[in-house]
Structures are given as C-alpha cells and as structure tokens.
C-alpha cells in the first residue's frame, strides 16, 4: 500500500556484556604487601586508620629522637668523655629499625603475634637472689621505645624483697591505672625460681628461660638483629661470652673474657662496632654483676664509663650497689 | 470313725507324747545348764570381788553435777612431752580407741587434734578387773585419768605425742558414750582414694553432715575450722588497722536489695518482710553517713534453689564498703591488700592446719602476688580468644569459662588469685558506676581465688539523678527503692566496695571441692537440721 520510511535505522549496535558478574581479584593483593605488612591480610583494619597510625608512630618516633639528641647535647656539656658521647645520638638514632617500611606497631605485630586488641603482657619471673640486670637496661629502653606499663609483684614462694628489687623499675607511670593505654606490659615477679623465666603467650610460646635468650627476644622488640650474618654472629658471641664465662666462669675465664674486651674495645667506641648493641649491654651488666669493675684494663673502663652516660644503664648501677 | 482312722488317731496321740516327752527333757535339759552357768557366774563374780584390791581406782563416777570443787590441774595432751617424764599428773580426755592384750591394755587418749598413748597394766598399782574394766570403755567416752608419764625409746608413729606414754594410776569415767557409734572417725578422716584402694570404709558427705557433732572432733574438721576462725579475725584485724569501723546491718528488711525472686520472706506481724540477701544498701546508708570506711560480718540468705557444690542458703558474709578520694582503684587497693594479708596470715601462722586439711584432701597450696594482678576485661577476652573461646564484648563470663580464665592466669602469671576490673555495664546492677570514658564499660570488678567469684564490687552511683536514671533503665520499681536514693540526696561521696563468703573463701584457700565441709552447720535447699 504505502512505503514508510524506517523509523530507525536498521543496525543499531547494541553492547551486550560478555561478563555476567564483576568480583575483585583476590590473587592481586599479595603481590602488592611486603613481608612486614602481614597483619593486613584480614583486612579488619581501615587502612586509611592504619596509615594514620603509622604517621603517628613515625611522628613519636622522631620525636623520642630529638629528645635523645638534646639529652646527648646536654651531656657533652656537663661530662669529661665528651667526645664519646657524641655517639649517643648517633647510636639512638641508629636504634631505629632499618626498613623503611618499619612502623612501631607492625614490628610488635611480628614479634609477638596478632593484635586482639589488649595490652601485650610481657611476664618475667626472676629470683631475687640473682636480679636480671641485662633485662632492667633493656625495660629502660623499651619504655623510650614504646609506652610500657611497668609493674613489679612479689610472689607468695618468698617473705622478704628489699625495697630496691621491688623499685627497680623506676616510678609507675601516671596513666597506669588504665591498661589498655599502653602497647607493652612489662610484668616483673619475684619469685623463688631456679632460673630466669619469661612467658608471654601461654597459647603460642612455651616459657623461654636464662637471661640471655630472653635479653635477645626483649631486644628483637626494639631492633631486628642485622641482616649481616657476620655481625649477628659477632653480637650472639659477646652474649653468650657474658652470661656463660664472665657471670658464672671461673676467676681465669673471667679475666681472659676482659682481655678481650680489652682488645675488641681498643678498635671501636662499642664492641660490635660505632654503634650500641645488646653485646654492650650483656657484658656491661655482667662485667658488673662479677664486680671486676675495678679491676678491668683501660678500654674497658673507658667503656664502662661510656655506657654509663646512657642514662639506661642507670638502672643497673643503683642494684648492684 | 473308720479302724484306720482310729489307729490313726491313736498313733497320732502316742507320736504326740513321744514329741512332747522329748520337748520336756530338752527343757529340763536346757534349765539345768543355765542353773549351773549362773552358779559359777555367781562363783566367779565373788572370787573377783573378793581380789579386787583395786577397786577404788576405776570406775564410772556419778555424774558431775558441780559436787564439790576440785583443786586439780589436768594437763592437756599437747603439754605432755619428755619434759614432763615420770611426773604423776590428772588428765582429760576422750578414749580414742582400747585394746586389750593379756594382761595390758592399750587406750590413745585424744583431745581436739593431739592424742596419747596410755597403758594399763595388771600390777601392784592395777588389778585384772580394772584392766577388764578399761578394755570395755566405749570409744568417744570422756575419763579422767591419773597417770605417770613415761618416756620411750622407740617413737609411737601413730600418735600426735610421739615422745612419750601415761602409765595409768586410776581411771574414771566422766560421761559414757553409746556403744554403737553413727560413724567412726577413722573412717571419717580417712582419704576418699585410700578408702577405694585398701577396700576400707569411708564416710559419705550425708552421713557426715547428720552426725555433724562426731564428724567435728575429727582432725580435718578441727584444722578446717579454726582455719576458718583465722581468716575471721584476720579480715577484722587487717581492716580494724587500716581504720575501718566495724557496722552491724539489719537482715530483716522490707525491700528484696538485689531484685530477683531469691528472698526468703519471714511473717513479720500483720505483713511480711525479707531476710537480707547482702547488707549493700545499708553499707551504702553508713558512708552517707559519715563512716568513710566500714566492713561488716554476719549472716546473708540467699533463696537459691541450687544444688551445687558451692551454694548454700545461709552463709557468713564479711563486707566492706568505704569511700574514697579520686578513683575506685583505692577501693580495689585496700580490699586486696586485706585479702594479700589474709593470705600470709594463714600462710604464716597456720600451717599444721593446713597440712592436717591436706592429709586428707591434698592439693596444690594457695599462690598469689602482691600487689594483687589487676586484669582488665579486654585482657580477659583477648586470652580466651586465644585459648579458641569466643565471646561477645559485653557478654558476661560463664562459669566454665571463669575457671578456664583462672587457669590460664594461672600458666602466665602463677597466681590463684587475682582481679577482673572494668566489666561491661551490661551485666551489672543498676546502682553501678559507668565508665567515663567508655559507656559500654562500667567500673566494676570481680575477685577469683583458684578460678572461682569469691567478690563482686564497683564504684557505686552517689547521685540521686544518675541512681534513679540507671534503676529506670534497668525496669525497676522506683517505689520500693524510694528509700534507697533518698540516702543520696543530702551530699554523699564517692564510694564503692565489695563482699566475700567466708566459707568460699576458706574452701578455695584450702582447696576443698564443696562447700558444706567449710561451713559447721550446712544450710541447702535439702537440709534444715542441725
């Protein structure tokens, strides 16, 4: 009858979707995470808080580091070894973990476990006969670290702590009536043990025991060892040299154990090299623990007074007298 | 009658006599033995009394009706020590046990938890009767006993007294006891696991508890008990010290105080009142009152219908309540440091007790630290969260899961005892405290000693406002607490406390696994007497 023009035109292109539903890829988020971050995994975390976290870690930290130079500063102006101290802000700032990914709370996260949300108790049993003077110097410097909760408790196993033991870790902090303002707990006990026991996660850790290993697992929460095989080697020596021959040797492995420090103390400032590490610690408390302090040769004692300067060690010093 | 039947019946007759000629002469038989037995019993009994010379020294006296006034001292058992040897001394006691042999007869004479070897022997001093006569003493009967102590070579393993033994002068019986005794108190102590193994007797809990008065002379309940009393003075000595003042609160009460159907309603002249669960709300009234600091020991009725092993109906309740400055922290400072003291106290001054308690029940002794481990709830949940258990953030702790909390404070920290503070305010009463920073969480805590509640307590609300907000909140009638938040309206300061059972908490020190041995006279919902 009639021809009507085409209302439209004959092809029209219409898109049809080849995927029937869109999921985000589950395999692209490892590739993007390094070993550090594997507390991230369970994505319970908004990772914007996180990273507000973590800004505000590296902003404390920076600051506990200014703090520790102005101390260093101050103390180049009031003692004679002035040109030693120099080394205090160095070796503080040399403290800080080496990645640059490092944040203070993640490096707990690897150490002791998932986070639940809970101050991370840290329980030490120690014999009030033989106190731990490695781990006093090591809680001084966690609590520049990290916002310790300190608290010491006699056990119902003795009768009688003198006052010192039970103030040895310094004046309780202002806020310590709220636990879980803190990231660390550091519980000391008196108790009649026959050794140094740490336990920590009863669930995850069995109890480690002996004052060097547990000084290691204390100072991993502040610095990994160095990735330096050699170095680690080195620092793990000096350790065992402390506990094993100067605390508990005889008088002659005493002295041979001085003559080597002697010798290592006569290359470096510190033993490992310019820089504080737990070997300076370990022997340090045990050179005093076995009362050679008098005794010892002269780059040992110019050690001493060194390590002595740092305010950590004070700790120590007032037990041991 | 048939012929048969008549020989029959004759028979029948002559069988009878037959039978009954022969009932006769056992009869006779049987009379003439018994005449002959009496002679001789007769014979024997005036041959013995003719050669009793000791006549005078044994025998059951008349009973003591305050006669006459005897200046006699009478030594106590735990006083007779080689110290004492070939002293001729008066003593009295109970008759433990008697065994004759021959001629001797051996008694253990014992007073509370001590007792003594004594030893009557046929001599010039004693006759074959008077031994007879101490040989036949039931057990449990009191004597008074004249005796020479003696010392010996080889130690007496079974006695408190091991050093010595009494050689018995006279011997006279103060108050006799019934032969047959409801139980014997060996079987009492005896350990439930030895009882099984060696196949002997032990006594069961019901027994023990309706023979209550016999079941308390024995060594454990006697150790129980004034370890018990110990941990009474204690708390008041402690807290006496610290300068709290001790209160005396009314249990008869026109208001139930903590809600619930567990009252015990009383008739009280034309209406009826309540028999107080806790003295909380007057606690309360007497810091309003200016006491500042006050603790109070006395009954507390609970109308639980629970059958457990760490329920009763009636039980002594020691409370503290007191006032303080900033933070409810003090609170928990001073009721800890009252517990820690408690607990060197009975470590320090009352170990033969304890051991004596552990003879029979034995366990792990008590462990605590000092200062008190203070935990928070978030701690609480973060380990049983790794222990596998999952809870919610404001769910109350089930029993099961307080005593896996227990143990695993106990793995980490060694203590038996210690605080839960910060609970959720959920699962609280309406008068407790919220937390400021936190209104999820409330300032409340709760004590466990090997796992188990002995206390709850909290900062308490002291504003009438916030009182009658929380009691709207929780859907209680404001009506029947008028007098409650009225105490509150004329100035009243900040304070908190708690309250602890005295028999859980010697049951837990001691490591018992009921209640009803801690507690002298047991009220359940099953028992009434004695």
């Known amino acids: 009858m009639y021809q009507v023009k085409p209302v439209s035109g004959g092809h029209v292109k219409v898109d049809l979707p080849t995927c029937m539903y869109k999921l985000p890829n589950i395999h692209a988020q490892q590739g993007n995470s390094c070993t550090s971050e594997h507390a991230l995994q369970n994505g319970e975390v908004d990772p914007a808080v996180r990273a507000l976290e973590a800004r505000q870690d590296e902003i404390l930290r920076k600051l506990y580091e200014l703090k520790a130079a102005v101390d260093g500063l101050a103390k180049t102006v009031t003692t004679p070894d002035a040109d030693l101290d120099l080394t205090v802000s160095s070796c503080l700032s040399s403290h800080s973990p080496i990645p640059s990914t490092f944040k203070g709370v993640t490096d707990l996260d690897t150490v002791l476990g998932k986070d639940l949300g809970a101050l991370r108790d840290i329980v030490i049993n120690a014999n009030p006969a033989q106190p731990p003077l490695t781990l006093l110097v090591l809680h001084s410097l966690?609590?520049?670290?990290?916002?310790?909760?300190?608290?010491?408790?006699?056990?119902?196993?003795?009768?009688?702590?003198?006052?010192?033991?039970?103030?040895?870790?310094?004046?309780?902090?202002?806020?310590?009536?709220?636990?879980?303002?803190?990231?660390?707990?550091?519980?000391?006990?008196?108790?009649?043990?026959?050794?140094?026991?740490?336990?920590?996660?009863?669930?995850?850790?069995?109890?480690?025991?002996?004052?060097?290993?547990?000084?290691?697992?204390?100072?991993?929460?502040?610095?990994?060892?160095?990735?330096?095989?050699?170095?680690?080697?080195?620092?793990?020596?000096?350790?065992?040299?402390?506990?094993?021959?100067?605390?508990?040797?005889?008088?002659?492995?005493?002295?041979?154990?001085?003559?080597?420090?002697?010798?290592?103390?006569?290359?470096?400032?510190?033993?490992?090299?310019?820089?504080?590490?737990?070997?300076?610690?370990?022997?340090?408390?045990?050179?005093?623990?076995?009362?050679?302090?008098?005794?010892?040769?002269?780059?040992?004692?110019?050690?001493?007074?060194?390590?002595?300067?740092?305010?950590?060690?004070?700790?120590?010093?007032?037990?041991?007298? | 009658m048939t012929k048969e039947t008549v020989d029959g019946a004759m028979e029948e007759q002559q069988a009878q006599s037959k039978k009954g000629l022969k009932k006769q002469q056992k009869e006779v038989e049987k009379a003439a033995k018994k005449a002959e037995k009496q002679a001789k019993l007769a014979a024997e009994q005036q041959s013995t009394e003719e050669d009793d010379f000791a006549k005078d020294r044994y025998g059951v006296l008349a009973m003591v009706q305050s006669q006459q006034k005897l200046d006699r001292t009478l030594v106590r058992v735990k006083d007779l020590t080689p110290e004492k040897a070939d002293q001729l001394i008066w003593m009295r006691a109970r008759v433990h046990t008697s065994r004759a042999k021959g001629k001797q007869c051996f008694l253990v004479l014992r007073q509370q938890q001590f007792n003594v070897q004594a030893l009557v022997a046929v001599g010039d001093r004693a006759s074959k009767q008077m031994v007879k006569f101490a040989a036949n003493i039931t057990k449990e009967s009191i004597v008074d006993v004249e005796a020479a102590v003696r010392r010996v070579e080889q130690k007496i393993e079974s006695c408190s007294q091991q050093d010595v033994e009494l050689h018995i002068e006279r011997i006279f019986v103060i108050s006799q006891a019934e032969p047959r005794l409801p139980l014997q108190l060996e079987d009492a102590v005896r350990p439930d696991g030895e009882g099984e193994e060696e196949g002997r007797a032990t006594v069961n809990q019901d027994t023990k508890l309706d023979n209550r008065v016999i079941d308390l002379r024995t060594t454990t309940s006697q150790a129980i008990f004034r370890l018990q009393s110990g941990v009474c003075q204690l708390f008041r000595d402690t807290l006496t010290q610290k300068g709290f003042v001790e209160i005396q609160t009314p249990k008869i009460i026109s208001a139930a105080s903590e809600g619930g159907a567990n009252v015990f309603t009383v008739s009280y002249f034309k209406t009826s009142a309540y028999l107080a669960q806790s003295p909380q709300l007057y606690k309360q009234m007497c810091i309003c009152a200016d006491f500042d600091k006050v603790f109070c020991v006395g009954p507390v009725f609970r109308a639980e219908d629970s059958n457990t092993h760490r329920h009763l109906t009636e039980f002594v309740g020691l409370d503290i309540e007191m006032a303080f400055n900033y933070h409810y922290h003090e609170v928990i400072e001073s009721i800890t440091d009252t517990m820690v003291q408690i607990f060197k106290g009975l470590r320090d001054n009352f170990q033969t007790e304890i051991q004596t308690v552990n003879k029979q029940f034995p366990s792990e002794p008590f462990k605590f630290l000092e200062p008190t481990l203070r935990l928070e709830y978030t701690e609480a949940l973060a380990m049983l969260h790794e222990a596998g258990v999952e809870m919610g953030d404001e769910e109350d702790l089930s029993t099961p899961n307080e005593k896996l909390l227990g143990r695993l404070v106990k793995e980490k920290y060694d203590t038996d005892f210690y605080v839960l503070d910060k609970y959720p305010l959920a699962v609280r009463p309406f008068y407790t405290m919220p937390d400021p920073n936190n209104p999820k969480y409330s300032n409340s805590y709760d004590m466990f000693m090997r796992g188990e509640e002995i206390l709850s307590g909290a900062q308490r609300v002291h504003d009438a406002q916030l009182l009658t907000e929380r009691a709207i909140h929780h859907q209680i009638d404001l009506e029947k607490i008028k007098a409650y938040i009225d105490s509150f309206r004329y100035g009243a300061p900040p304070h908190g406390g708690g309250g602890i059972g005295l028999e859980r908490v010697c049951m837990l020190y001691l490591g018992l696994h009921n209640i009803r041995q801690t507690s002298m006279f047991p009220r359940d919902p099953k028992r009434l007497t004695p």
């Open chain 1, 142 to 321: 966690l609590c520049q670290r990290y916002r310790v909760l300190s608290t010491v408790h006699v056990h119902s196993s003795v009768s009688n702590v003198p006052q010192q033991l039970l103030s040895c870790l310094g004046p309780s902090h202002a806020d310590s009536y709220s636990r879980n303002l803190f990231q660390l707990g550091f519980t000391l006990i008196w108790k009649d043990v026959p050794k140094l026991q740490m336990k920590f996660s009863v669930q995850n850790m069995c109890p480690i025991e002996g004052e060097a290993n547990i000084a290691r697992f204390l100072f991993k929460l502040m610095a990994p060892y160095p990735s330096d095989p050699a170095q680690a080697t080195l620092i793990d020596n000096w350790v065992d040299m402390a506990f094993f021959q100067l605390a508990e040797g005889s008088s002659k492995e005493r002295a041979a154990v001085l003559r080597a420090l002697n010798s290592a103390l006569g290359r470096n400032p510190w033993l490992t090299g310019s820089e504080l590490s737990l070997a300076d610690v370990a022997c340090y408390c045990c050179v005093l623990q076995s009362g050679s302090v008098s005794s010892a040769p002269a780059n040992v004692q110019r050690w001493i007074k060194s390590c002595e300067n740092l305010g950590h060690f004070s700790p120590a010093k007032l037990l041991v007298k």
